[in-house]
């Protein structure tokens, strides 16, 4: 599976950004997609994911009520919603598909695209 970010660039906070990712080589409505993020000078973190169902989806704490992660199996895509941005979320954003039924854990993905840099001025 090839995974294909796009959506960054330099946002305000308060703006509402999307992020999106788009899957080659395999049909993704099978498999549990992810976002995570690293930030300048820090660990690659999970910020949301959803599964097979649209139904089922996980956010960090950090991003709940402000984020939100949708998938469009017939196209091979999955987005991240993102509002009421902070300076904190600034971040290279990495879209992720696991074939596991855990999410959290860098180790829980089998596939990862190659990022796009989201950056929040205040």
């Known amino acids: 599976v090839q995974l294909q970010a796009s959506g960054g660039g330099l946002v305000q906070t308060g703006d509402s950004p999307r992020i999106s990712c788009v899957a080659s080589?395999?049909?993704?409505?099978?498999?549990?997609m992810g976002w995570l993020r690293q930030a300048p000078g820090k660990e690659r973190e999970f910020v949301a994911a959803?599964?097979?169902?649209?139904?089922?989806?996980l956010y960090a704490e950090s991003v709940k009520g402000r984020f939100t992660i949708s998938r469009d199996n017939a196209r091979n895509t999955v987005t991240l919603q993102m509002n009421s941005l902070k300076v904190e979320d600034t971040a290279v954003y990495y879209c992720?598909?696991?074939?596991?039924?855990?999410?959290?854990?860098?180790?829980?993905?089998?596939?990862w695209g190659q990022g796009t840099l989201v950056t929040v001025s205040s």
């Open positions: 959803i599964g097979w169902s649209e139904k089922n989806t």
């Open positions: 992720a598909a696991t074939t596991r039924g855990s999410v959290y854990a860098l180790s829980d993905y089998d596939y």
């Open positions: 080589g395999r049909d993704i409505s099978s498999l549990a």
